[in-house]
């Protein structure tokens, strides 16, 4: 479990805190979605959980070790493993699998438990093919899966996704993605920050900061039903949620738990079988035959 | 810049293999026979060189292409001391003043040869070492200079992610140089003056975005648990008694070419 509490950071020299007395607790095997407005300290909150930054007031707790206390540091490392925005800025192997084994030589394992384990990574995230190959020279989605397997390789009971998928194609992500949600099923905790309002959606619980506050904290469906706080907040819901709402704007029986495009699809085909849509086609229909 | 990360090729031969602290100290010794030893002693050299190359399997072409860059500098040698070095003047050759001697001839066939074999003793090094095995066998050479208070773990990462950053700064610079020729910039108009100027105009940039790049780098490498000091490594080092033939037989061929 992650606990924080009472987090405060203000970086050197700025007027105001970027995180202001912030807490949450992030349980095992959660999978949560932290959104916000750019610059609300999400990627500021996501630093203190393996100790990359220190609170300027307040505790950051990993399985019961605070961030702060500088022996327990490299253990905290090794359960919380993080993936940033870049892939370039990741990678510090020659090869692939160089690459991966950075993470355990820090560790100071023997080398034949280095290879082991980064044999199991590269054969978890499908890159065991490419491990003499210069980083360089994979793709965007491949060098993000590299990242995943740097980290995989210190066995790490919780994921920070730092929008590890911004900057890739729609395969890419979805290749990551899926990674993602078998590592969870095994039991890993996630921790994604994202602006994409679809992988959002893939979460069971959402954080909602704004300000370096919590806003909200609550499951996907609860967050998405208020559709018109989110707008105003500068965030968008996923586009299904975003059509079910005008739907039910304009009187349709549609309930607020629709969030992808397969629930979306459901709930308007039952509404056609319910005559609840038909009527309104009918309306239209004879409108434009007016004009 | 392309050298030193394109020379390596995976191809799993048994060259590639080998511990790479033989590896460096044979190419240690064949320098330094390259550079002070006598033409016999240069000739076994060659055709220990030659040996590797053929166990690497490079063929004569890729060995032309890692002394090409070299060229230029070899062929002035050989033209330096051809032509100015005293001794009997062949008739067949000269203009004017400028005679080619005997002498000179063999002495610039010599020296060129020379210069050759320390460039092929690198490029064969290179060739048949991944990077990572070439720093981590350096790491373990260099350990005697932790008495004088280097880390060497330390210097052998500081080489690996220089080598690793180059790519990464090429890429850098191109997108630079793009984005100011979106906007007007010209970086192929005018002289090399002009040129060289257009491209200092990106030497601020470009240690801007470098020095965020290592921000972000040490931030990734902190977060996977690097606190410095002492790392283990994927490859184990351990030295066979073939190992220990090359080093010895390295270290003598080193030692005699002070006296050969």
């Known amino acids: ?291 | 810049m392309k050298g030193v990360f394109k020379v390596y090729e995976h191809q799993g031969t048994g060259l590639m293999r080998l511990d790479p602290r033989p590896k460096i100290i044979a190419a240690a010794a064949l320098s330094l026979v390259c550079l002070q030893s006598g033409v016999p002693f240069l000739v076994l050299a060659t055709l220990a060189a030659a040996a590797v190359a053929a166990g690497a399997r490079l063929g004569p072409r890729r060995l032309f292409s890692a002394v090409r860059p070299a060229l230029p500098f070899i062929v002035v040698i050989f033209v330096l001391h051809a032509f100015s070095v005293q001794g009997d003047l062949p008739r067949y050759f000269g203009v004017g003043p400028v005679r080619m001697t005997r002498e000179g001839l063999f002495e610039g066939i010599i020296l060129a040869w020379r210069f050759s074999l320390l460039v092929l003793a690198g490029f064969l090094l290179l060739a048949t070492t991944p990077a990572a095995s070439l720093t981590s066998g350096m790491e373990r050479l260099l350990r005697p200079v932790r008495a004088l208070g280097i880390s060497s773990h330390d210097l052998a990462l500081m080489v690996t992610l220089a080598l690793r950053l180059i790519p990464t700064l090429k890429d850098e610079v191109e997108s630079l140089r793009h984005a100011e020729m979106a906007r007007g910039a010209d970086f192929a108009a005018g002289g090399i003056l002009a040129r060289g100027r257009a491209f200092s105009g990106l030497a601020l940039p470009l240690s801007l975005a470098l020095f965020r790049r290592c921000d972000r780098l040490v931030a990734a490498m902190h977060a996977r648990a690097y606190d410095g000091g002492p790392r283990t490594d994927l490859h184990e080092l351990s030295l066979f008694a073939r190992d220990r033939v090359i080093i010895v037989l390295s270290v003598l061929a080193g030692l005699a070419s002070f006296f050969v």
């Open chain 1, 1 to 291: 479990m992650i606990r924080i509490e009472d987090l405060s950071h203000r970086f050197q020299g700025a007027q105001s805190p970027v995180l202001e007395s912030l807490s949450l607790v992030l349980g095992e095997g959660e999978y949560v979605a932290l959104i916000g407005p750019n610059g609300c300290g999400k990627t500021t909150l996501v630093k203190h959980l393996n100790g990359l930054l220190m609170p300027t007031a307040g505790v950051v707790s990993v399985d019961g070790m605070s961030t702060g206390d500088k022996r327990r540091i490299t253990e905290i490392r090794c359960r919380v493993g993080m993936i940033f925005q870049d892939p370039d800025h990741q990678i510090v192997g020659m090869t692939v699998e160089e690459d991966v084994a950075f993470g355990p030589g820090n560790l100071r394992l023997a080398p034949r438990e280095i290879r082991a384990r980064v044999d199991r990574a590269l054969e978890a995230v499908g890159l065991a093919g490419l491990r003499h190959r210069h980083p360089h020279s994979l793709s965007g989605g491949e060098k993000q899966l590299l990242a995943l397997a740097g980290v995989l390789a210190m066995d790490p009971r919780y994921l920070v996704l730092d929008e590890p998928l911004s900057s890739l194609d729609h395969a890419s992500r979805t290749r990551v993605l899926d990674l993602v949600k078998v590592l969870k099923e095994k039991g890993i905790t996630v921790i994604h920050v994202t602006h994409d309002m679809d992988e959002v959606a893939r979460a069971d619980r959402i954080v909602v900061m704004d300000k370096g506050r919590i806003v909200a904290d609550d499951a996907p469906s609860r967050i998405f039903s208020r559709v018109e706080w989110l707008k105003a907040l500068g965030l968008a819901p996923p586009y299904p949620a975003d059509l079910a709402w005008r739907l039910r704007c304009r009187g349709a029986d549609i309930g607020a738990h629709v969030l992808t495009m397969e629930q979306a699809v459901n709930a308007i085909c039952a509404l056609r079988q319910t005559g609840g849509i038909e009527e309104r086609f009918e309306e239209k229909r004879i409108d434009e035959g007016g004009l």
